[in-house]
């Protein structure tokens, strides 16, 4: 008999770069632990807001040890963050309200491209130090993603309409409901509960693991697996 399929659910944000680290890891683990992943945007800043947490960029003491855990991070995960001067005042001063809009347009048209643009905003923002908000950005996105020009434009105008601001405002609801209290939050159905377990912060993925019965082959399986 085949093995079961484990079904996750990602909720994360381009605004956060440990939703990064998650994405990217549980992106390759689909094949090894046999994983239908589903990838769900939510606006980190409601998610702050409503549970009563605040920003770590907003603490110096956090933010400072912030910079300093991602120049560790990106090596071993193999993911490119790094964030300039700019990176940070887009993240404090103008947020991921358009972003995640347009994101979840794009669930909605044409959740085949969903991975690929999300990654698109992440290194925009986390690697080059570039806004993620600007129409012409999503444009270029789709370009860069083989979307034609129709597509793209309908995606941009779709983001303002209230059936997407109504999801997205659901799904971040979502987390909340959690009881969370940031980003990234991923979650599944368990063995013994009557509802989904959910777990928080790309450093918990080694457990998750283990709460799955699934193997950790660190960050990147495809590297371990070539040793």
């Known amino acids: 008999m085949a093995a079961r399929r484990v079904v996750v659910q990602l909720h994360y944000d381009v605004l956060s770069p440990y939703s990064w680290l998650a994405f990217e890891v549980l992106c390759r683990y689909r094949v090894p632990w046999n994983m239908d992943l589903k990838l769900k945007p939510v606006f980190l800043a409601g998610v702050m807001h409503l549970s009563g ?88 996105a789709c370009r860069e993603a083989g979307l034609s020009q129709e597509l793209a434009d309908k995606l941009i105008a779709m983001s303002t309409d209230k059936k997407v601001k109504e999801l997205l405002k659901s799904e971040t609801q979502e987390v909340v409901d959690f009881e969370a209290f940031g980003l990234p ?8 509960f009557d509802k989904p377990q959910w777990f928080f912060g790309a450093d918990r993925l080694e457990l998750f693991a283990h709460s799955i019965g699934k193997p950790w082959l660190g960050p990147n399986p495809q590297k371990a697996s070539k040793l």
């Open 53 to 140: 947490n605040q920003s770590p960029g907003l603490l110096p003491p956090r933010h400072k040890y912030m910079v300093k855990d991602m120049q560790r991070l990106s090596p071993f995960a193999d993911v490119k963050l790094a964030p300039s001067q700019r990176t940070w005042e887009y993240v404090i001063k103008t947020g991921s309200m358009a972003a995640q809009r347009f994101l979840t347009a794009v669930k909605l048209e044409c959740p085949e491209h969903l991975e690929t643009l999300s990654r698109s905003l992440w290194i925009r923002l986390w690697t080059h130090g570039l806004e993620i908000h600007e129409t012409d950005t999503f444009k270029r």
């Open 185 to 192: 939050v991923f979650s599944t159905d368990l063995p013994g």
